[in-house]
Structures are given as structure tokens and as C-alpha cells.
């Protein structure tokens, strides 16, 4: 009996995280956009998020959420409606980050912590405002060079510390340059010999595919991890934005 009901303790969990995740990606113009996610049953660790803020400001969000259960859940639920609030202000990328930081850590009863990382793209000046807490990475690949690079810097995550400060980065984009974030449950995904995905196979598939969509690029990312792991069991989160 007690076994039945945690099983369905985490199936509610499982329900409400599926819930809050976009339905379907927006329609934004001149971008293209792509995402990749598989739930691990019972973790309840990976939330993104796209919202079309303002005519200027498009915010890309993606976590990782420490911990299992109603406590990591309970984060998310604070982190999307914090993040859901403020990104229509004009607070830069950081100071997003600082306040859900605030609002998070002030939760004493609850003693888990979130990877974040927040990208605003501005489709007037078409260029991107980033920030991340935590591990959460964001890599840049550039058309005219045909390479991707790691843009991000580790920072501490959310929810250590009250008082935190992040950093804002800004950069130009443009026409074929591919924004990526990802969970680091994609890339430590391990296959039936032990081994992981790594961020190096990732670089791959989206240089090798750099002159398709996002929506097919990440759907070339599912194919390649799920033939990559084959039927060894995952144990995280995986999602790639």
C-alpha cells in the first residue's frame, strides 16, 4: 500500500511538471526555434520556458532543479512564476536572476537549489543578453566560423545565498548563428557500457546539421541520444533548448 502510493506521490509530480513546460514552442519571427526533452520518471529536475516578453525582448529560459520530489518541484513552481513576472520588466538578464535568487532563497524550509540559465533576445537589434547561476551552460556557434564555443561562466546557482550577484553578457547575432543551453542530464546521459553522451558528441550534431532548423536539430539530438544510450536506464532529466 505504502509503495502504491509513492508511486503515484511521483506520478502527480511528473503530471504537474509536464504541465507547466511549453505545449508548443512560439512562432517567432526570423528565429527559429528547437527543443529536446525526455522526463525521468520520478526526478522532477528540468523546467524551460520561452516567453515572447515584449517586441524586444524574447526570454529563453532552461533550469536544473536539485534534488528529487515535491521540494524540487516546489522550486520550479516558485522559479517559473517569479521568471514570469519580472522578464517584462526591463531588469537586465542579471538582476532576473537576482531576484528570483531573493525570492527562492528566502524559502528557508526548503533546502534545494537551481542551475539557471536566462537568455533575452532582442529581435529589433538582434543580439542576445545573457546571464546564468549555476552550471547550466550556453554555447554560441558562429555560421562565419563554423565553430561553437562555450559563452557562459559558472556562477553560483540559485538559492545558496540571499544576496547573490550575476553577471550580464551581450553579444550580436547573426543569420545562421545557433544559440544552444542544455541540462547536464543531456550530456551525462550514459549508454549500456558506461559511458557518457558528452558535450563534444552535442558540438557535433549541431555543427555537422548547422544549416537546418532548430525544430530538426533537435529532433537529429533525440535520435542521436536515444541510439547512443539504446536501452541503458537514465537517471536525470534530459532537455536541450
Request: charged share 25%; net charge neutral; hydrophobic share 35%.
Amino acid at each position: 500500500m505504502f509503495a502504491n502510493f509513492a508511486q503515484l506521490f511521483k506520478s502527480k509530480n511528473r503530471d504537474i511538471q509536464k504541465k507547466i513546460l511549453p505545449k508548443k514552442l512560439p512562432n517567432i519571427p526570423t528565429i527559429s526555434v528547437g527543443n529536446y526533452y525526455s522526463l525521468c520518471q520520478g526526478v522532477c529536475g528540468d523546467y524551460f520556458d520561452i516567453i515572447p516578453a515584449r517586441k524586444d525582448r524574447i526570454s529563453f529560459i532552461i533550469a536544473d532543479v536539485a534534488g528529487k520530489g515535491i521540494n524540487s518541484l516546489l522550486i520550479m513552481l516558485m522559479l517559473r512564476a517569479i521568471a514570469r513576472l519580472v522578464v517584462n520588466s526591463k531588469q537586465s538578464a542579471s538582476t532576473i536572476l537576482e531576484w528570483i535568487n531573493r525570492g527562492i532563497s528566502k524559502e528557508t524550509s526548503v533546502d534545494h537549489f537551481a542551475s539557471i540559465a536566462l537568455i533575452n533576445y532582442d529581435s529589433v537589434e538582434k543580439k542576445i543578453q545573457y546571464s546564468t547561476a549555476g552550471t547550466t551552460p550556453i554555447y554560441l556557434y558562429k555560421a562565419n566560423t563554423n565553430a561553437i564555443t562555450k559563452i557562459s561562466k559558472h556562477s553560483e546557482p540559485i538559492g545558496v545565498e540571499n544576496n547573490l550577484s550575476y553577471e550580464d553578457s551581450e553579444m550580436d547575432v547573426e543569420c545562421g548563428d545557433i544559440i544552444i543551453t542544455f541540462t547536464d542530464g543531456l550530456v551525462e546521459t550514459i549508454n549500456e557500457s558506461g559511458n557518457a553522451y558528452t558535450v563534444e558528441r552535442l558540438k557535433d550534431v549541431v555543427t555537422k546539421n548547422s544549416n537546418q532548423s532548430g525544430k530538426d536539430i533537435a529532433k537529429l539530438i533525440n535520435t542521436d541520444i536515444n541510439k547512443f544510450m539504446g536501452s541503458a536506464k537514465q537517471h536525470d532529466d534530459k532537455t536541450v533548448l
